[in-house]
């Protein structure tokens, strides 16, 4: 593991793309700020003839956007260089790697099928010593091509050495749901089944599809956002309690819970929903149908919003609902965890009504935390009436793809997703593809600008 000062090569294999521009250089600029002493040269590379002026300027551009100050950016600048490359010709990536010294990563911010190839190519290249690789999402698109794909990077360097990227494992919310439950003496001891009735996690956008069909039309909002980063919230949420934070014990500690985790009631039918925007209005602006978006395929049957309920079955959890869903041009934008408690076991006579659930809701993006509880203080002596201590938390000065480039410069795979729990993911949902595909799950529609399909107001999973 390297100390701040010890020098990295951070490759960026697609540097003139989306990501690289608007998360992961802004980022970078994060942890460039908080860790200012950090010896690293940056390398960008795409298959694009650049100038280096061009690079610089996007460097320049994109660094101070996570608030990294102008002396570290043009410190930076004199560490940095673009070069043009075919990332899957094995030959020229061979070359490259052999102009390279020291500790290198190789960050794969390109599209899923160009990494695959890119890595096939590398196993005929000589790889350097202790070389990292940071894959993007998403890990396969099936169990089968995850395993597969899987199989690719264990011919290439050790599990140790690959760091599978979920930026919501680098959250602060998701962060924090380690102290939150593990530092604190009043909740661990009723984060069961016992006490908690059911529990949602949810991550809706109030933005659209903002043109970027080509990637979404194939995905869609089940394998975008629930396959991999809501099932590893709650992988993080319900786990058991580490013996110390490091990534043995978090990575072990999250494939255990996902291998206990099943679709509802084992149907993929009754557990799963799907609905697609129509034309709408979000905040002022006119938003057209998905199926009428440049680029957007309708035979395709996309789904902009998914939900997927599960039950993670083991003496803590089992008969606990857990609501995963996300969708796009969504008006509310929902995002984080909400634990709804059980009823007391047994509430005094006299109280003219019944207390409403205790509920623990947990933001993300904004970081809040909020506790609903039952009180009788306000109005009528003994009316049940329910008062919220709430909370926002401060911004954490490092953004997720900084705190995930941090891990991977610094050699520590705790915040990446290993391979094991990569496919575990996709083990789960996999049945939901395929009653999907086969449409025996119905398509329905919801008004971009709403909050779902009216038909969806009532939780799946939850007899209540
Ligand atoms: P883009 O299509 O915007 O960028 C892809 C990059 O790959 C471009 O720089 C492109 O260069 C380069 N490229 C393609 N083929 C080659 C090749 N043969 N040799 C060298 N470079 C090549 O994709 P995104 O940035 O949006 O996504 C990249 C990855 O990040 C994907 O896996 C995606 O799932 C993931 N991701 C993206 C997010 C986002 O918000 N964009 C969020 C989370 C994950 P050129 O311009 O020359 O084609």
Redesign the pocket.
């Known amino acids: 593991m390297a100390d701040a000062s010890s020098p990295v090569t951070l490759v960026i294999?697609?540097?003139?793309?989306?990501?690289?521009?608007?998360?992961l250089l802004p980022g970078l600029g994060t942890l460039l700020k908080a860790e200012p002493d950090l010896n690293l040269t940056l390398i960008g590379?795409?298959?694009?003839d650049w100038p280096q002026e061009k690079w610089a300027e996007l460097v320049t551009s994109a660094l101070p956007g996570g608030g990294c100050p102008d002396a570290r950016v043009r410190q930076q600048l004199g560490a940095t260089h673009y070069v043009q490359?075919?990332?899957?010709?094995a030959t020229q990536m061979g070359e490259f790697l052999a102009g390279l010294s020291g500790q290198v990563v190789l960050y794969?911010?390109?599209?899923?099928a160009?990494?695959m190839?890119?890595c096939e190519a590398l196993a005929h290249v000589d790889l350097p010593a202790g070389l990292r690789l940071a894959i993007?999402?998403?890990f396969g698109t099936d169990l089968a091509s995850a395993q597969h794909f899987n199989a690719l990077l264990a011919k290439l360097v050790h599990e140790d050495q690959i760091f599978r990227?979920d930026?919501f494992l680098g959250k602060a919310t998701v962060l924090n749901l380690l102290g939150l439950r593990f530092a604190n003496r009043i909740l661990e001891p009723v984060w069961n089944s016992t006490n908690i009735e059911r529990v949602e996690l949810i991550s809706d956008e109030v933005l659209a599809l903002e043109g970027?069909a080509?990637?979404y039309d194939h995905?869609g909002a089940m394998k975008d956002m629930i396959q991999s980063h809501l099932l590893l919230v709650m992988a993080m949420f319900a786990m058991e309690e580490p013996a110390r934070l490091d990534a043995l014990e978090l990575r072990d500690l999250m494939v255990h819970t996902l291998r206990s985790t099943h679709l509802w009631q084992d149907d993929p039918v009754a557990s799963s929903r799907r609905a697609r925007y129509t034309a709408g209005t979000l905040a002022g602006r006119q938003i057209p149908s998905y199926v009428d978006e440049p680029g957007v395929d309708p035979e395709r049957q996309t789904e902009t919003l998914a939900e997927v309920t599960v039950e993670i079955r083991n003496s803590r959890w089992s008969g606990v609902p857990f609501r995963l869903r996300s969708g796009k041009a969504l008006g509310d934008g929902v995002r984080g965890m909400t634990v709804v408690f059980r009823p007391v076991e047994h509430q005094p006579e006299g109280f003219t009504n019944q207390a409403a659930r205790d509920v623990l809701t947990i933001g993300m993006s904004p970081e809040t935390l909020a506790l609903t509880l039952a009180t009788n203080a306000e109005g009528s002596r003994w009316d049940l009436e329910q008062t919220s201590l709430a909370a926002k938390l401060g911004d954490s000065p490092i953004r997720p793809y900084g705190q995930i480039l941090d891990g991977i410069i610094h050699g520590d795979p705790m915040l990446a997703v290993r391979g094991d729990v990569a496919e575990e993911c996709w083990r789960i949902l996999t049945p939901v593809v395929e009653a999907w595909a086969d449409g025996r799950v119905p398509l329905d529609e919801y008004r971009a600008g709403s909050s779902g399909p009216k038909a969806w107001s009532a939780p799946q999973g939850s007899d209540s």
Do not use: C, I
């Open positions: 294999l697609g540097a003139s793309g989306d990501l690289t521009q608007r998360l590379a795409s298959n694009l490359l075919d990332v899957t010709d794969f911010a390109l599209p899923p160009v990494t190839k890119a993007e999402k998403p990227v930026h970027r080509g990637y995905a």
